[in-house]
């Protein structure tokens, strides 16, 4: 098994955004190696503290991790020789032992006469302070990047913190995934423990047989192994979204032992044949069992269609492991009881529970007597569930879902108030000529765009070729601040043969120009912004991108991780409404298949439907917004919400033929036998997905209570509106023409 290094790529790999993107890592590598950390400690500069921050840059310089830091203590300050025409570097403040008074000079010095700096190891509007650690590119998305991070940058940080008493900020990309993934690994143990727990402790609670229980678990422990071998047999990551899958398969995997040994022990009762009950639980739960899996598994499938990576590998995975778990119910549940004795009567009490009676009467009664207000509830739901759909919002946030009590978290809140940001965001312009970076002309072009870019506050100061050849013309005018600007075009040949001196070395622009002086690169950070309003800040952007550079001159693409989560977030809504579609056609071809009638494919739509309208509604009333982490919502909603029309409805047509098509006498028989294992599946669930809830990630407990919610709520729609539609409808459908032979024949009681 491998855990996922890198942030999840929604996108297909030959999306035009994709492909920008990686146009861009080909001419200056990856952006995300910036870890940065910060203080506001008034007592900085002074002697003590400052020489511990200088000597915590030159520490953590020696990592073979880092490639190179830049801070406060090693800033090279830009000089220009005149004799010899060039520009020089020279340290910004000298290393010797100093005074307060001679720091407190430099401090001055640095915001007053080197704005170049501003945004890069200061912010002037409130006197904090930073150290940019710039990580090796090759480790950035490698194991290496976690093994430094947690084993030797945090507890390095901890320890300074601890040993100077200050505060310290650290955020940037590479820790913050680091810190993320982590929190992924530490919670699926929690998951998948607390799901065991949860789900067995309920299942022994209807039950009351340790033995029954201890069958159930040993089943979907090995399913849950099975669910992390295909991850590593696949040579798929784990993520956020395939860490759900084992406690998923828990999840699931328990309904189906709840109907195998539910189904086994009523036979048991009726007649107390072994070798017949598990003959029956075979053939008569079997078949509806591997149909409701199938559109479970259907449900998770479709995702396979939505050319996301991502999405995919967790389709591919989800799917095989549903089959896979039903196959081994089947399996290992009627093979272990074939080898015991049969059930006594203490572990059949749970059968004629009075409070289970009492559940199943009211249901009875309502399907009787309350039909009109069945219906009345039903569409009070769907009109509320219309006005809560008008109001979702859609969230391409590639922070929302983290921990946000975690110190990281915090971190970034920090960064984001005093930096205008963490999150890197890239423009990569296209001069279309070798060195027309280089041109005066492109330069003032580029000088507007920033202009634009830090009037938007949702964006931090951008950092360019612009700001060295403002700097230069400041360096030739004896580093006066006031001289901060672009040189004009008769400065530009007096200073260009000092530009030359510090051309030469490639180290010195490679950051902001590519080797052929064809494309250039403005960074700017952006603050954890939505999609809404991302496309917002590029719709006010591209507009004046356009106007200062001329498409037939030069090509601009606005790239980045950050956006492309947000893009990738736009295109999995755009793909919900295609795999939601096709998950209910593939299952209503089943259903079709089942029961080879086109009004009963409708009639059990109906019931399975209105909870995932009802899902939508409550995302839109509780301001739930759809991301990658809650868009899982509805498939899986809606693949186990049907499990139970299909076992209604298998049942109903079993009574059909037995009452000679007589629908009333019908309907409540299957309802009686159906309910007390719906019920019971129904609270498994429920209480299985809650289990999410206890997670950190945002997303992960969103997605824990609406499916723990539509689930419940779609038990109800099976039991109450499914029976009433059908008595209701009864003319239309209690014959044998709509109701022909299934294609899969299951037995009856007297056979």
Excluded at 51 to 74: C, H, M, R
Excluded at 466 to 478: C, D, L, R
Excluded at 633 to 653: N, P
């Amino acid at each position: 098994m491998r855990f996922s290094y890198t942030e999840a790529n929604l996108l297909p790999d030959n999306d035009s955004i994709n492909i920008e993107y990686k146009g861009f890592l080909e001419k200056f590598g990856d952006e995300g190696n910036l870890i940065v950390i910060a203080t506001k400690d008034p007592d900085l500069f002074t002697p003590k503290k400052y020489q511990a921050w200088t000597n915590l840059t030159d520490s953590l310089t020696k990592f073979p991790e880092v490639e190179y830091a830049l801070g406060i203590g090693n800033l090279q300050k830009l000089t220009k020789n005149q004799k010899e025409k060039s520009f020089e570097f020279e340290a910004a403040f000298p290393s010797d032992p100093l005074n307060e008074k001679a720091l407190l000079a430099y401090k001055k010095e640095l915001l007053e006469n080197l704005p170049f700096y501003e945004g890069l190891v200061y912010s002037k509007k409130s006197n904090t302070f930073q150290t940019a650690i710039y990580l090796d590119k090759a480790i950035v998305n490698k194991k290496e990047r976690k093994e430094f991070v947690l084993h030797d940058f945090v507890p390095y940080m901890e320890k300074f913190q601890e040993e100077y008493n200050m505060r310290i900020y650290v955020s940037g990309m590479p820790y913050i995934r680091t810190l993320n993934s982590q929190n992924i690994v530490d919670e699926i143990q929690w998951f998948v423990l607390g799901a065991l727990l949860v789900t067995s402790f309920i299942f022994f609670f209807f039950f009351r047989s340790y033995r029954a229980t201890l069958i159930s678990m040993i089943t979907v422990v090995i399913g849950v192994m099975w669910a992390f071998g295909f991850l590593g047999l696949f040579g798929y990551e784990i993520t956020v979204l395939t860490a759900i899958i084992p406690p998923l398969i828990i999840v699931i995997g328990i309904p189906n032992c709840i109907f195998l040994i539910n189904k086994y022990q009523q036979e048991i009762k009726k007649h107390g044949n072994q070798a017949k009950s598990l003959q029956r639980v075979i053939t008569k739960v079997g078949n509806a069992t591997l149909m409701t899996n199938l559109t479970t598994a259907s449900g998770f499938a479709t995702f396979i269609f939505t050319q996301s990576e991502l999405l995919t590998e967790f389709g591919v995975v989800a799917s095989i492991c549903i089959i896979s778990i039903f196959l081994l119910s089947l399996l290992i549940i009627p093979i272990i009881y074939s080898y015991m004795p049969a059930p006594k009567d203490k572990h059949l009490k749970h059968l004629g529970k009075q409070w289970i009676e009492g559940f199943v009467d009211w249901m009875e009664a309502k399907v009787k007597h309350k039909r009109i207000s069945i219906y009345f509830i039903s569409i009070s739901v769907l009109v509320l569930s219309i006005i809560g759909i008008y109001n979702i919002k859609i969230s391409g946030s590639l922070l929302e879902d983290m921990p946000q009590k975690a110190a990281f978290f915090k971190d970034i809140q920090f960064f984001e108030k005093e930096f205008d940001g963490i999150m890197p965001l890239e423009i990569m312009i296209n001069t279309k000529q070798k060195q027309g970076v280089t041109k005066l002309s492109t330069i003032q072009k580029m000088e507007k765009l920033s202009i634009l870019i830090e009037d938007l506050p949702q964006l931090s100061k951008p950092i360019s070729i612009v700001n060295i050849a403002k700097y230069s013309k400041q360096a030739f005018y004896n580093n006066n601040p006031k001289y901060y600007e672009l040189p004009t075009r008769q400065e530009q040949n007096f200073i260009a043969p000092y530009i030359k001196s510090i051309a030469g070395d490639e180290n010195n622009f490679s950051a902001f120009i590519d080797s052929t002086g064809q494309y250039a690169r403005i960074t700017t950070f952006m603050k954890d912004v939505g999609t809404e309003e991302m496309e917002l800040i590029e719709a006010s952007l591209w507009p004046q991108i356009n106007k200062i550079f001329p498409k037939e001159k030069y090509e601009v693409s606005i790239t980045g991780k950050a956006l492309i989560f947000q893009k990738g977030t736009r295109y999995l809504v755009k793909n919900l409404v295609i795999s939601l579609g096709l998950a209910i056609l593939l299952i209503a071809i089943f259903m079709a298949w089942m029961f080879r009638s086109f009004r009963m494919i409708l009639i059990s739509l109906i019931p399975n439907l209105l909870p995932l309208l009802m899902t939508a509604g409550m995302m839109g009333l509780l301001g739930i917004p759809i991301k990658p982490s809650t868009i899982l919502v509805f498939s899986i909603a809606f693949g186990i919400s049907v499990d139970d029309t299909i076992h209604f409805l298998a049942k109903y047509r079993q009574e059909l033929k037995q009452h000679h098509w007589k629908i009333k006498k019908s309907v409540y028989p299957a309802l009686r036998e159906t309910a007390v294992s719906m019920f019971y599946t129904s609270i498994v669930l429920f209480f299985g997905f809650s289990v999410f809830m206890i997670s950190s990630f945002g997303g992960t407990v969103a997605l824990g209570g609406l499916v723990s919610a539509t689930l419940l709520f779609a038990m109800l729609a099976n039991l109450l509106l499914l029976p009433s539609l059908l008595l209701s409808l009864e003319r239309s459908i209690a014959n044998k023409k709509t109701l022909k032979k299934p294609q899969i024949e299951i037995l009856d009681h007297e056979e």
